[in-house]
């Protein structure tokens, strides 16, 4: 349980640590809150010869609502975003889920930016991200680009980052008005990640549902957007016949279907289905 030796940079700011990224390359990772990198390198899963940590630069810890954008700082802590009264306020589905993640001391140091590059397969915020159309802003010395998270999440632990790139800030979307959401999940008794998790973004005109956004995570090597189930429901009143023929496509996104000792493939797709029809139930029931 002790890592290979590494060198151990503290930059202040986002231009230092960009230098650093830049001139280190492939040798060098981010070190955000540790909770998943600080394991692999213990247990040897990984040798990270520099490691440049981003936790002393405050520009990169933010919540701040811009009009109609949320904009979240990489360093966010998932508790920070489950407190937060403005995102409460204008995006609840962030708050209900930073509240599931793991357990206190892990929503106290994991952060939302260190979440979404990992891309765990079972971490609960790559759902969160799809269902809200989140863009993810992306610094390297060559400048910055801008990825949709439906272009971000390429593989299992596999994102579109590329080596040199310090992912910034999360931006979101303020969901229109009037909207309802959920984020509903089976949880992993020991970790609390989830087996199957699925956050629904819903919006309304009167009764019938306009647009609305799903993420599912756990089933799949990478979260995925449930495409076919929202053209299911677009348009719709949300009724039970719908919802029940809708949900049971939930699955049909996935790029593949995971099995462990915690849930087969077939269980995970099954709970897949019922927990979309739960979540989006769950959603209306609140609008
Ligand atoms: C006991 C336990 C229980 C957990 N339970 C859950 C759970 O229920 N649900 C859940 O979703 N998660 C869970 N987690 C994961 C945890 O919440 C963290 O979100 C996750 O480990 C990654 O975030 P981090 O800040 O710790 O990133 P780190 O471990 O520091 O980094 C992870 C990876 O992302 C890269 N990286 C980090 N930040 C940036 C950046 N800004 N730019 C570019 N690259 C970056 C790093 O180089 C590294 O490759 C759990 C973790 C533990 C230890």
């Given at each position: 349980m002790i890592p290979a030796n590494f060198d151990y940079h503290t930059p202040k700011t986002v231009a230092e640590a960009i230098g650093l990224l830049a001139e280190h390359g492939e040798d060098c990772k981010v070190l955000a809150g540790g909770h998943s990198l600080i394991p692999a390198m213990k247990l040897r899963l990984t040798q990270i010869p520099v490691l440049v940590d981003i936790g002393r630069i405050s520009d990169l810890s933010h919540i701040k609502v811009d009009g109609s954008t949320i904009r979240i700082g990489a360093m966010t802590t998932h508790g920070a975003i489950a407190a937060s009264a403005d995102i409460k306020q204008h995006c609840p589905l962030l708050a209900e889920c930073g509240a599931q993640v793991g357990d206190q001391q892990v929503r106290n140091r994991g952060t939302f930016g260190g979440s979404l590059v990992h891309a765990?397969?079972?971490?609960?915020w790559p759902a969160a991200a799809l269902a809200l159309n989140a863009e993810l802003v992306l610094q390297s010395a060559s400048g910055e680009r801008v990825v949709k998270a439906s272009d971000f999440f390429v593989d299992m632990l596999t994102t579109d980052v590329q080596p040199g790139e310090l992912l910034t800030e999360i931006r979101i979307p303020v969901p229109a008005q009037p909207m309802a959401s959920a984020y509903l999940k089976v949880p992993q008794a020991a970790s609390g990640f989830a087996i199957v998790g699925v956050a629904v973004q819903l919006e309304m005109d009167g009764s019938t549902c306009k647009a609305v956004g799903i993420g599912i995570t756990g089933l799949a090597p990478k979260a995925y957007r449930a495409t076919a189930v929202e053209a299911a429901l677009?348009?719709?009143?949300?009724?039970d016949a719908t919802l029940s023929a809708a949900a049971a496509k939930a699955d049909a996104d996935a790029s593949d279907a995971m099995g462990d000792i915690h849930a087969s493939e077939d269980y995970r797709r099954h709970l897949t289905r019922v927990y979309a029809k739960r979540a989006v139930q769950t959603a209306a029931g609140r609008v």
């Amino acid at each position: 349980m002790i890592p290979a030796n590494f060198d151990y940079h503290t930059p202040k700011t986002v231009a230092e640590a960009i230098g650093l990224l830049a001139e280190h390359g492939e040798d060098c990772k981010v070190l955000a809150g540790g909770h998943s990198l600080i394991p692999a390198m213990k247990l040897r899963l990984t040798q990270i010869p520099v490691l440049v940590d981003i936790g002393r630069i405050s520009d990169l810890s933010h919540i701040k609502v811009d009009g109609s954008t949320i904009r979240i700082g990489a360093m966010t802590t998932h508790g920070a975003i489950a407190a937060s009264a403005d995102i409460k306020q204008h995006c609840p589905l962030l708050a209900e889920c930073g509240a599931q993640v793991g357990d206190q001391q892990v929503r106290n140091r994991g952060t939302f930016g260190g979440s979404l590059v990992h891309a765990d397969p079972a971490a609960d915020w790559p759902a969160a991200a799809l269902a809200l159309n989140a863009e993810l802003v992306l610094q390297s010395a060559s400048g910055e680009r801008v990825v949709k998270a439906s272009d971000f999440f390429v593989d299992m632990l596999t994102t579109d980052v590329q080596p040199g790139e310090l992912l910034t800030e999360i931006r979101i979307p303020v969901p229109a008005q009037p909207m309802a959401s959920a984020y509903l999940k089976v949880p992993q008794a020991a970790s609390g990640f989830a087996i199957v998790g699925v956050a629904v973004q819903l919006e309304m005109d009167g009764s019938t549902c306009k647009a609305v956004g799903i993420g599912i995570t756990g089933l799949a090597p990478k979260a995925y957007r449930a495409t076919a189930v929202e053209a299911a429901l677009a348009g719709t009143t949300l009724d039970d016949a719908t919802l029940s023929a809708a949900a049971a496509k939930a699955d049909a996104d996935a790029s593949d279907a995971m099995g462990d000792i915690h849930a087969s493939e077939d269980y995970r797709r099954h709970l897949t289905r019922v927990y979309a029809k739960r979540a989006v139930q769950t959603a209306a029931g609140r609008v």
